[in-house]
């Protein structure tokens, strides 16, 4: 299966600022997703990143919030804008490895923990 | 859209008993199936999946099956194990689309 890198593990901010995570793949990949998860509650999609164009964002999540970059297919980053306390919460980055049959795997990254104080 | 309810939402059982999680999808079109197992400071790990042209799918002492008439699929663990302690989401898909999550299912096995 595909390594998922991602940078940073944790961080703690203050409000009003940002931050990029990245996202490295050891390996080419279709698609990249970029999830939320809130504390102690499922998996959210924010949006998939799109290789050379832009990423297409789930209803509840905008470009100018979070903006993201995929510039090839093994690497991709998802900024946290003008962050508050709501924004506290793990994102994590999937790929679409090619598997068997009709449909593709998906594999998670370890997640970056954002504190927003 | 895709929404997937997922029972229970918290499971103890006995070091060596089995569980079962349920989830159920609504979507009929759905035909992806996998269940991801996240321990605490971890990402999501997958432990086994299914398509929708399969009943039933084992590995090891893990198992799932689909009811697609139904529209639900189960996770099944058997002689489960303290290091099987951990939250467990189901998810569905179809086709290329990202995946939905069911709430998840926090297992404790107690020794």
């Known amino acids: 299966s595909a390594v998922i890198s991602q940078k940073p593990s944790r961080d703690i901010c203050q409000r009003g600022t940002s931050l990029t995570i990245q996202c490295q793949v050891d390996?080419?990949?279709?698609?990249m997703f970029w999830y939320r998860q809130q504390p102690g509650q499922s998996l959210t999609l924010i949006a998939t990143?799109?290789?050379?164009?832009?990423?297409?964002?789930e209803s509840g999540f905008v470009i100018d919030k979070f903006p993201i970059s995929r510039p090839n297919l093994t690497f991709s980053t998802l900024t946290v804008s003008n962050m508050s306390p709501e924004d506290s919460s793990i994102y994590l980055c999937?790929?679409?490895?090619?598997?068997?049959?009709?449909?593709?795997?998906?594999?998670f990254g370890a997640g970056t923990r954002l504190s927003v104080l | 859209g895709e929404n997937v309810e997922q029972h229970p939402s918290t499971l103890s059982v006995q070091e060596g008993d089995s569980a079962v999680i349920k989830c159920t999808y609504s979507d009929s079109a759905s035909n992806y199936f996998p269940w991801y197992k996240q321990e605490l400071g971890k990402g999501p790990q997958l432990i086994i999946d299914i398509r929708s042209n399969v009943g039933e799918k084992k590995d090891q002492r893990i198992a799932v099956t689909l009811n697609k008439t139904a529209k639900h699929f189960s996770l099944h663990i058997t002689e489960t194990q303290p290091e099987d302690s951990a939250v467990y989401f189901c998810?569905?898909?179809?086709?290329?689309?990202?995946?939905?999550f069911g709430s998840g299912t926090r297992l404790q096995v107690q020794p």
């Open positions: 999937s790929v679409e490895e090619l598997g068997t049959g009709a449909k593709n795997i998906q594999y």
């Open positions: 998810a569905a898909s179809r086709g290329r689309r990202a995946l939905t």
């Open positions: 990143a799109n290789q050379g164009s832009e990423a297409t964002y």
């Open positions: 390996s080419q990949v279709t698609m």
